[in-house]
Nanobody, 123 residues
Framework: QVRLVESGGGLVQAGGSLRLSCVASGLTGSSNSMAWFRQAPGKEREFVAALRAYYPDSVKGRFTISRDNAKNTLYLQMNSLKPEDTAVYYC?????????????????????WGQGTQVTVSS
């Protein structure tokens, strides 16, 4: 059974940094696709970052995704945080490889999700 557990969220002032972690268990093989999404109150869940360095313009240059295969952990380094980055951040995984980059951006593409970690950026 696949399980994703996020941590590292918290309260930070604008301009600060946080690093989120997502420990994955139960994922087998090397062709898994993983990403970070976020959801602010009253808004839809939106794509934030995927391995292979895919980022939306809203976070490009400020957020960096990485993975430590030995620790089965996915990271999201967030720098120069802004109040509009406030959201619950989710780790997502698909047990396979996407055939097109557009699949990375769609939340419906992923079949496993973590419980989320809250990030709050104060102005």
């Amino acid at each position: 059974q696949v399980r994703l557990v996020e941590s590292g969220g918290g309260l930070v002032q604008a301009g600060g940094s946080l690093r989120l972690s997502c420990v994955a268990s139960g994922l087998t093989g090397s062709s898994n696709s993983m990403a970070w999404f976020r959801q602010a109150p009253g808004k839809e869940r939106e794509f934030v970052a995927a391995l292979r360095a895919y980022y939306p313009d809203s976070v490009k240059g400020r957020f960096t995704i990485s993975r430590d295969n030995a620790k089965n952990t996915l990271y999201l380094q967030m720098n120069s945080l802004k109040p509009e980055d406030t959201a619950v951040y989710y780790c997502a995984a698909y047990t396979g490889a996407f055939s097109s980059v557009t699949y990375y951006y769609r939340r419906q593409s992923y079949n496993y999700w973590g419980q989320g970690t809250q990030v709050t950026v104060s102005s």
